[in-house]
């Protein structure tokens, strides 16, 4: 058995810290929308810190970024970890980022330990995680496991109408290789857990046992333009009327069903978005979310059916379109319990977790045995700039990754110099 060392605490969080500086807000937090400049600064340097670490990096044509540590035996699936490193509009330091620059610390500390491992471990970045830009989210990842086409992901549209494939080939990382298609051994992902449950127990790990379900939707409410002193209150069809009585009711569902589906509003457009037009048009997106997916799906019946009934009332047109649907998920129970067994290896305290958030390990799920690690964030704040954690629990984190890491990677042929595992 080789002794597993430590992580650098002090090495993770510069790091950390200088991948924030790529987009840093005012407010403190980072944004760094995905396949902008900021995004391709932030790849370029996560490129150069992997090939300093003698790994060799490959993309694909949907812009994943694979950072491959070689294996003993090169013909084994490689072991992969990773995250983003997109964020959003007003994001945190440490949504994804944290989860790449552990997979990268794992690698420079068993470079620095001499650790051969008989996998190849990969460290990925993917593509456009958030969605706050191209509205599908976790498009890399989607296409990498086959659960969204390519052609589909490339074709995505931001609100100014540029394309996914279009911007990716502008920043320079529409790559060669192909999507997909590959064996892998496992996928762990380390996370920060953006809800408030670890901190507040004092728990540093978080073994994830799986992810709630998720549907978007895009709303398009319709009604007419007019003069907004000469058109009398009686004879409007004010869209925006509608939208605004909607963003009402579904709150109400959510609490209907109370504690589980969260019903979210994020993003409306008015037109044409002026003082003094009663607004003709308004498209609004519906983030809803429950563990279970029979009672997400009346949840989004209900959602449809209220919406047509509030936009009946108000003489307005209605269109409803699914933009996302994501099942809930359950992790594999061996990677779970390899998180726990590295967690109690540590010394670190440690409790089962659901995830409320989305993350690409949920579609991994469905093509490899699956794992995620939370370490908590202060408050449980995240999508928001003052999003935060501490270096040790990071760290401590990053540990839990590298163990089960070089676990499921195993013993390999040593090179020279380095110890077996
Ligand atoms: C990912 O950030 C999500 O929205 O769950
Ligand atoms: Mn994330
Ligand atoms: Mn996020």
């Known amino acids: 058995m080789t002794r597993i060392p430590r992580t650098d605490e002090r090495r993770l969080w510069d790091s950390l810290m200088e991948m924030?500086?790529?987009?840093?807000?005012?407010?403190?937090?980072?944004?760094?929308?995905?396949?902008?400049?900021l995004d391709r600064e932030a790849r370029d340097l996560f490129v150069r810190?992997?090939?300093?670490?003698?790994?060799?990096?490959?993309?694909?044509?949907?812009?994943?970024?694979f950072a491959r540590r070689s294996g003993g035996d090169e013909s084994l699936p490689p072991v992969m970890t990773g995250s983003h490193l997109d964020t959003q509009p007003l994001g945190g330091r440490f949504d994804g980022i944290f989860g790449v620059l552990a997979g990268?610390?794992?690698?420079?500390?068993?470079?620095?330990?001499?650790?051969?491992?008989?996998?190849?471990?990969?460290?990925?970045?993917?593509?456009?995680e958030e969605g706050a830009r191209f509205r599908a989210g976790t498009a890399g990842s989607s296409a990498f496991t086959g659960l969204?086409?390519?052609?589909d992901m490339l074709a995505l549209r931001d609100p100014d109408g540029k394309t996914l494939g279009a911007e990716l080939a502008r920043i320079g990382y529409a790559g060669n290789a192909p999507v997909g298609g590959m064996a892998v051994a496992a996928f762990f992902e380390a996370h920060i857990e953006q809800g408030p449950i670890l901190?507040?127990?004092g728990t540093t790990i978080g073994a994830v046992q799986g992810a709630q379900g998720q549907r978007c939707f895009l709303v398009t409410v319709e009604g007419e333009e007019g003069h907004a002193g000469t058109m009398p209150m009686d004879r409007r069809r004010d869209a925006l009327l509608g939208a605004a009585r909607m963003v009402d009711a579904l709150n109400a569902i959510a609490f209907r069903h109370r504690p589980m589906p969260v019903i979210?509003?994020?993003?409306?457009?008015?037109?044409?978005?002026?003082?003094?037009?009663?607004p003709g048009a308004v498209t609004f997106t519906i983030d809803s979310r429950h563990p279970d997916d029979a009672t997400l799906d009346r949840v989004g019946a209900e959602m449809r059916s209220t919406c047509e009934d509030i936009a009946r009332d108000l003489d307005l047109a209605l269109v409803m379109t699914e933009t996302s649907?994501?099942?809930?998920?359950?992790?594999?129970?061996?990677?779970?319990?390899?998180?726990?067994?590295?967690?109690?290896?540590?010394?670190?305290?440690?409790?089962?977790?659901?995830?409320?958030?989305?993350?690409?390990?949920?579609n991994m799920a469905h093509i490899t045995p699956t794992g995620m690690i939370f370490v908590p964030c202060e408050k449980g704040i995240s999508h928001n700039e003052k999003e935060n954690a501490r270096p040790e629990d990071l760290a401590a984190g990053a540990d839990v990754l590298l163990h089960v890491l070089v676990e499921r990677a195993g013993a390999g042929a040593a090179s020279p110099g380095a110890s077996t595992v």
Request: some cysteine.
């Open 148 to 151: 969204r086409s390519v052609d």
């Open 199 to 201: 901190e507040a127990e």
């Open 49 to 65: 810190w992997a090939e300093d670490a003698g790994c060799t990096v490959r993309i694909d044509r949907i812009g994943n970024i």
């Open 325 to 362: 649907h994501r099942a809930s998920v359950s992790f594999d129970p061996d990677c779970v319990e390899a998180v726990r067994r590295a967690a109690a290896r540590l010394g670190h305290t440690c409790r089962d977790i659901y995830s409320g958030a989305g993350h690409d390990a949920c």
């Open 104 to 128: 990268l610390e794992v690698v420079r500390t068993l470079n620095d330990a001499g650790i051969a491992t008989r996998h190849p471990i990969e460290v990925v970045v993917w593509t456009d």
């Open 20 to 37: 924030a500086r790529i987009g840093a807000t005012p407010g403190g937090g980072v944004g760094r929308l995905a396949l902008t400049d």
């Open 264 to 278: 979210t509003v994020g993003s409306l457009r008015v037109r044409p978005d002026s003082p003094n037009t009663i």
